[in-house]
């Protein structure tokens, strides 16, 4: 068998790891749909934030990391810190309410979405930096590509592809953000594999700041 087919084979093979995260990736896109459906983008911004400290708290039971109480001290100034300086997005009139949404099930939406998102962080952290089949960052964002394909094809057949259809509602600007997802993506792969997913909250924290300066 030529050697390209035959590691192909072997990725798929052993993409039972990516699968799970696959779902997750699936689920907390779900999430953050029924989130914003329901809450206006103020109280999603604030809950978001809560990203940095679910990170932290399962990166020290599943990596076994201990951070002192300065560090957690210096993590809770910086969800502070992002949320003043993002303080136009969740202050301004229009995010103050939402006519007909649930506020419970927004706010349970986005708070499980955001503990499935430290989890995913770390799970993925763990798996790239423990791996003994030493698979690099290309070859796992391929298994997790593969993973998602099924777990999206079922979403979008059983939800009948929305109020647009299957293939209704493209243009440009889908295209670039669909680009812009993908790209983003491998990013967050490669700062977890150089760094850990606590620098990628980070910087996540450092994107908000910066955008709002």
Same mark, same amino acid.
């Given at each position: 068998?030529?050697?390209?087919?035959?590691?192909?084979?072997?990725?798929?093979?052993?993409?039972?790891?990516?699968?799970?995260?696959?779902?997750?990736?699936?689920?907390?896109?779900?999430?953050?749909?029924?989130?914003?459906? &329901? *809450?206006?983008?103020?109280?999603?911004?604030?809950?978001?934030?809560?990203?940095?400290?679910?990170?932290?708290?399962?990166?020290?039971?599943?990596?076994?990391?201990?951070?002192?109480?300065?560090?957690?001290?210096?993590?809770?100034?910086?969800?502070?810190?992002?949320?003043?300086?993002?303080?136009?997005?969740?202050?301004?009139?229009?995010?103050?309410?939402?006519?007909?949404? &649930?506020?419970?099930?927004?706010?349970?939406?986005?708070?499980?979405? #955001?503990?499935?998102?430290?989890?995913?962080?770390?799970?993925?952290?763990?798996?790239?930096?423990?791996?003994?089949?030493?698979?690099?960052?290309?070859?796992? &964002?391929?298994?997790?590509?593969?993973?998602?394909?099924?777990?999206?094809?079922?979403?979008?057949?059983?939800?009948?592809?929305?109020? *647009?259809?299957?293939?209704?509602?493209?243009?440009? *600007?889908?295209?670039?953000?669909?680009?812009?997802?993908?790209?983003?993506?491998?990013?967050?792969?490669?700062?977890?594999?150089?760094?850990?997913?606590?620098?990628?909250?980070?910087?996540?924290?450092?994107?908000? #700041?910066?955008?709002?300066?």
């Amino acid at each position: 068998m030529d050697p390209f087919k035959y590691h192909i084979l072997y990725l798929l093979k052993s993409s039972k790891k990516m699968f799970l995260l696959s779902l997750i990736y699936g689920l907390m896109n779900i999430l953050s749909f029924v989130a914003l459906r &329901n *809450v206006s983008a103020g109280v999603f911004t604030i809950c978001a934030q809560l990203k940095i400290l679910t990170t932290a708290a399962f990166s020290t039971v599943m990596l076994r990391r201990k951070y002192s109480w300065v560090k957690w001290r210096a993590l809770a100034s910086l969800i502070l810190g992002a949320l003043l300086f993002s303080e136009p997005a969740w202050n301004s009139p229009a995010s103050k309410s939402l006519a007909g949404g &649930n506020f419970f099930l927004g706010t349970s939406a986005v708070l499980i979405e #955001v503990t499935l998102s430290g989890f995913a962080s770390i799970y993925f952290e763990k798996v790239v930096k423990t791996d003994v089949e030493e698979l690099n960052i290309w070859e796992r &964002n391929f298994q997790l590509a593969f993973g998602s394909f099924p777990v999206y094809f079922l979403f979008i057949y059983f939800g009948h592809g929305g109020e *647009v259809g299957y293939f209704g509602g493209w243009s440009m *600007v889908t295209f670039a953000l669909a680009f812009l997802g993908a790209a983003g993506g491998l990013l967050v792969a490669l700062s977890i594999k150089y760094g850990d997913a606590i620098l990628k909250t980070l910087a996540t924290a450092g994107a908000i #700041v910066i955008i709002y300066i």
